[in-house]
């Protein structure tokens, strides 16, 4: 059985699309409505009282989250979260105008400090479907390995520290951003890789 999020996200989805295609005003404000509507259902079994899903153009689509990979050794870069205290992949939310190599590259770079190059894609996951905590929006990660070039650790305004850990003796990991199993996931793509083909 559907969850309640699952629902609602689905007729957010529904409205968001039949506001940017309807030609009829009548049919603009019933959508408007049901966008609405999908929001209550939300307030209904959630502590965030004022719930409402944002109003964007065009067709719903996953939002994307990259992650930066980065071995030395037999040790992984990972960073603490300004936000939670825990440790993570560098990355975040992907920028339009840019690649998922440029934008992996240029979130390790903004949260380590470190110079990389993007080399594989490891996995390409849905967060749900992957057992990550819920999240209003529908999420794709991915997860992309990268050589080490250069650079020193240091923070940012999302990390609080910058460190390399074996990949067997991994820190507390916040479980909203990768889990052990990506990271051991990348480490055995990472030992034998298949074809590279990335740009």
């Given at each position: 059985?559907?969850?309640?999020?699952?629902?609602?996200?689905?007729?957010a989805a529904l409205a968001?699309?039949?506001s940017a295609y309807t030609?009829?005003?009548?049919?603009?404000?019933r959508f408007a409505r049901l966008r609405e509507i999908a929001g209550e259902l939300l307030q209904v079994s959630s502590p965030v009282a004022d719930f409402a899903w944002p109003a964007e153009l065009g067709y719903a689509t996953p939002k994307v989250d990259v992650r930066a990979v980065v071995?030395?050794?037999?040790?992984?870069?990972?960073?603490r979260e300004a936000s939670s205290g825990l440790w993570t992949l560098p990355g975040g939310w992907a920028d339009v105008n840019l690649s998922p190599a440029e934008n992996v590259?240029?979130?390790?770079?903004?949260?380590?400090?470190?110079?990389?190059k993007a080399r594989a894609i490891t996995a390409v996951l849905d967060r749900?479907?992957?057992?990550y905590p819920r999240n209003a929006h529908a999420i794709y990660k991915i997860f992309i390995l990268c050589d080490l070039l250069g650079g020193e650790a240091r923070t940012s305004i999302e990390s609080t520290a910058v460190a390399f850990f074996p990949v067997t003796d991994l820190p507390g990991l916040d479980p909203h951003r990768a889990t052990a199993g990506d990271i051991r996931q990348a480490w055995e793509f990472a030992q034998a890789p298949g074809p590279i083909v990335f740009n």
């Open positions: 059985m559907r969850t309640l999020l699952e629902i609602s996200r689905e007729l968001q699309a039949g030609k009829d005003p009548f049919d603009a404000e071995f030395r050794g037999d040790e992984v870069l990972l960073v590259e240029k979130e390790c770079r903004e949260e380590s400090g470190y110079e990389v749900d479907r992957a057992g």
